[in-house]
């Protein structure tokens, strides 16, 4: 990876609609190679950003560059760089894989050499072979993500911009999507991606957390875990879920437990524990004569997820 290298530069990205600003002051750099993950809840400004990345969406204010390319001035010239997939991105389920690659290579311009060699480089890309006659309604949610993005990849873009991929597809299928990213990645394609997935947020170079349109955290995903959690993240398994947490959040309404937050990570709860001075016995006082038991309870790390919450919160 290029570390000197910015692949895409925002500067004081704006966008309004009406009197609402979706994006306000946004501010980074990507570098060539890297992964880029873009995080926040819905309606925090990611969807917009990207769209003013790709030259799809005028910003109000400020300046957008994609491979050292003002997209505010040259829109046009950066369109056949780069690569677009969403959740919703639309493939023709009457077609066969082979078609719906094939009308995705036209749009972009490929000669019929260019096209059959590149569909040929994509399909092997995304493990697609024995596919090609497949029609596209037959193809599960997995298949269909890899052939998006083997649409998406066809004309060689140099930076990719995904916007929530994975949604809704099954854990194994996210997991080699990711794969076939990273493979991308040693290529020396960029990637700009958001997701809402923690795991594939601890797979980026580096994160960006944005909330109501403003970045309120850049880094890499240690160096977010290792300066933005403020407190100390407990982990308990009690019987009963539900109850803990109501417990706990009462503590934090009465004031009579130092905690940042509370939240429910399937069996478990993971509780932030401000005061450093305080040890798991605080929580496990609360617990006494209530009827729910601590089958465990020890300090962990704090997750990527933790940190992002504790964010969000604070924000």
Known sequence: MNQDQHTIIAAGLVKKFGDFTAVNGVDFQVRQGEIFGFLGPN??????TIRMML???APT???????????KQNPDAIRAKVGYMSQHFSLYNDLTVEQNLRFYGTAYGLSNAELHEQMKVAVDLAGLGGRE?????ALSGGWRQRLALSAAILHQPQVLFLDEPTAG???VSRR???ELLYQLVEDGVTVFVT??????AEHCHRLAFIQRGELIATGSPQTLKETLMEGRVVQIQPSDTASAIELLKEAIELGTLPLGGVELYGSFVHVVLLDDTQDERLIRDLFKNTGVELHSIREIEPSLEDVFIACMREG
Do not use: N, Q, R
């Not at 997701?195 to 594939?200: P, R």
């Open 176 to 178: 080699d999507f990711w």
């Open 61 to 71: 204010a400020g300046e957008v560059h994609v491979l050292g390319i003002s997209v």
């Open 55 to 57: 030259g799809l969406l």
């Open 133 to 137: 006659k497949v029609k596209t309604e």
């Open 195 to 200: 997701t809402h997935y923690m795991d594939e």
């Open 169 to 171: 597809v099954d854990p």
């Open 43 to 48: 309606g925090s400004g990611k969807t917009t």
